[in-house]
């Protein structure tokens, strides 16, 4: 964080934030409601990429919803999923909110979330060596190292068969002399 987010965050006149977690259960998935409002869809590589995270690790994160609706406010593809593989139950968070409360939530909750940035090294440090069984899952991670830039920093994401395209034009030329190593 910034020392001018740090400085702007800890000089707010508002009272402290209110915890709005009313609780954690235990759901069958086909008792949860799709949000009416829900504005997000999940294209086919979403949906195996997270079936192959679920299915690699299992679950890290719990559905969200709202107690006052009903409505589930975060988690739709997770019971998709867990409705398709017959999951018995799903892990859920229930908050307390107004209907414009869930409406503000369902609305910020995924760009909040879009709007970090990456930190290069951080991350090929995290990819660095991490295999998948599932292709779904290992394709995201490598479309997540191209979308950085981190090809020359990572390892173990890359298909030891790629071969690069041939150039159109030769980069190399008659009396160019190349160092390899460490000097």
Known sequence: ?????????????????????VGHADVPPHELVPNPRNWRAHPP????????????VGWVAEVMVN?????VVDGHLRIELALARAEPTVPVTFVELSDDEERLVLASLDPLAAMATAEQEQLAA????????????????????????LDALRTGLVDPDD????PDEPYVR???FYTLGDF
């Open 126 to 149: 995290l990819l660095a060596g991490l295999e998948p069984a599932d292709d779904a899952l290992r394709a995201l991670l490598d479309d997540l190292a191209r979308e950085y830039r």
């Open 45 to 56: 590589e979403q949906q195996r990429a997270l079936a192959g995270a679920l299915a690699e």
């Open 1 to 21: 964080m910034t020392a001018e987010v740090a400085e702007e965050v800890s000089s707010a006149s508002s009272p402290g934030w209110r915890n709005r977690i």
């Open 174 to 176: 008659a009396g160019d």
């Open 67 to 71: 107690r006052t609706t009903g409505n």
């Open 163 to 166: 071969v690069p395209a041939v």
